[in-house]
């Protein structure tokens, strides 16, 4: 009969009880997700689409064979799963968070893409020119191991609002139809009053350093945040915006004209009172204060001079 050492047993049955070491792979084309999953139609509002996400995991990416880019841990499922429902001229993924973070993207066609440093500061940014639709399987990396940072992924079709850091160059698009938020027409003597809508603030463009008029700041995209249709002239028209942080306004009125606010309403939230208001198509920025925040809030058209 053979013998065998204590020792040799101990290691034995370590061996087979030892929980299994995680797949060295990502996992694609399935329907698990760490944060969830979402389909997005071209010409989707609100532009940009936005969740929170917590980066990180045990997988170094950098040793899977992926392709150039590729940095950060991650774990085997997804991040999160876009379900893109048509082809667009123009996609991008980008994330903003508290630290150094990275992108890996597998798309409908089965090829990777990756990003570590291309939107701002250490956030990671992945443009995509004729994106086809389909399944979009997505990692936010941690750039070091162990790190788990909160922040939030971004999709969007507008070009303008992935230009990377913060800068004063650029412009404010007036008088167009594209619009980050929507469109709405409003006669005089609407109803509901105030007519209010969801945005989120801010950008890459500086407002400030644009020579607009007195009392523009904060970051902005190129494109208004909304779009109003006023049908008649009106004696009293505001605009203003309630959020959860610092947000200012810029108005272009249907005359060329600019208006701008930073805390005129309530707080750090901004208001624009015109008098005898002209019928036309009024472009409207929610700016936020401060570089790289986004700021959740809505915005109020009223003809009450108390709102």
Known sequence: MPKFSLRACLITAAILIAPP????TLNIGGSSSNFGRTSLSPGFTPDPFRVSIVSGGALTVSSLGLTSGCV?????DPDYI??????????AIYNEGDGDTGLVVNDPNGAWHCDDDSHSGTDPRISLYNAPAGQYDVWVTS???GD???GTLHVTELESSVGGSPRSTGTLNIGGSSSNFGRTSLAPGFTPDPFQVRVVSGGGLDVSGMNLTSGCVGYATSAPDYIVDITGSMEYLAIYNEGQGDTG???NDPNGNWYCDDDSHSGTNPMISLIKASAGQYDIWVTSYS???SISGTLNVTERRNP
């Open 148 to 150: 788990n940072i909160s």
């Open 72 to 76: 950060g841990y991650a774990t085997s």
């Open 249 to 251: 306004l810029a108005v």
């Open 291 to 293: 570089s790289g925040e």
């Open 21 to 24: 070491l995680e797949a060295q």
């Open 143 to 145: 750039y070091s191991s």
């Open 82 to 91: 876009l379900d893109l429902t048509g082809n667009t001229s123009f996609l």
